[in-house]
């Protein structure tokens, strides 16, 4: 019996850790699944999917970007993850139906949990997210359901943020949900008063490894990471060195994987698989 296979869409695809991660636990399991590699253009996402909903072979799809935000009304059910953010991440295909879920937030649950106070009554209540794409949504969404009252969103295209704010502006009801220019005097005065930074845009345009500079977050804050390298963290490095807690992207991208598998399987992976596989993939990007 042939493998059942999950093509991973987007436009252009780059390599990604969570994809290596995902091939390297997949394969580590009795599940025989394969991911495929499918560049489709955006204007071609329906038709995709159609191909997938009607071919038994397939176990449902990866959604990389800019599909993301783009695939929920092609969706034949959504989790409440994808229908409250507004980005799919996962399709899982049964009796010829698609369900969408967003596996990114799960990811940013398992990242908040390791850096804020175990009591979640006690968790802070403003936060600074940099980014405004599909995982910049699964970490609003989750604010959002976490009880944040204040969020300010940077994008470096502030039209970007302000069309996340806008998605959210029915589920944010009683906050404050902002979308706001990316300039340093504009994070700095956010920062000042917001005790969580997430960061869901990358390592930084400058290519430096940080989005923003070292020098603009005050003491003692949170940071979750969502971007994952090989190398150096400066911003990571800096928030610890000034009384912060943070945490990288391997948390949440574990948990992406984890609960990805569980939602193709109906069977969780066992940690250390994941772990294994997750550290056998930043090895050898980093060689």
């Known amino acids: 019996m042939p493998p059942t296979l999950l093509p991973i869409i987007g436009h252009p695809l780059t390599d990604s850790h969570l994809e290596g991660t995902l091939r390297r636990a997949l394969a580590s399991t009795d599940a025989g699944i394969e991911i495929e590699r499918w560049e489709r253009r955006p204007h071609l996402l329906a038709d995709t999917l159609g191909e997938i909903r009607g071919g038994d072979q397939y176990a449902g799809a990866l959604i990389a970007s800019p599909h993301k935000e783009k695939a929920p009304p092609l969706s034949d059910w959504l989790s409440e993850d994808a229908r409250v953010s507004g980005a799919v991440s996962l399709l899982v295909r049964a009796d010829g139906r698609l369900r969408g879920h967003n596996t990114d937030a799960d990811g940013v649950r398992a990242g908040l949990t390791a850096i804020l106070p175990r009591v979640k009554g006690q968790w802070p209540r403003n936060a600074v997210v940099l980014g405004a794409g599909g995982a910049a949504r699964a970490v609003v969404a989750v604010l959002i359901g976490s009880g944040f009252q204040h969020v300010a969103v940077l994008n470096r295209h502030l039209h970007r943020a302000e069309a996340l ?27 000042a008063r917001a005790e969580l930074l997430v960061n869901a845009s990358g390592p930084g345009a400058d290519g430096e490894g940080t989005p923003i500079p070292t020098e603009l977050v005050p ?4 940071f979750l990471d969502l971007a994952l390298g090989t190398g150096p963290n400066p911003l990571l490095e800096a928030v610890v060195a000034n009384g912060g807690t943070a945490v990288d992207g391997e948390v949440a991208l574990a948990a992406a994987v984890s609960s990805t598998i569980e939602l193709l399987t109906g069977t969780a992976p066992a940690s250390e698989v994941v772990r294994a596989a997750l550290a056998a993939e930043l090895g050898a990007q980093a060689r």
């Open 165 to 191: 704010v806008t998605h959210f502006n029915r589920s944010a009801r009683g906050m404050e949900l902002r979308a706001r220019p990316w300039h340093d005097a504009i994070i700095e005065v956010e920062l």
């Open 219 to 222: 003491p003692d804050r949170f």
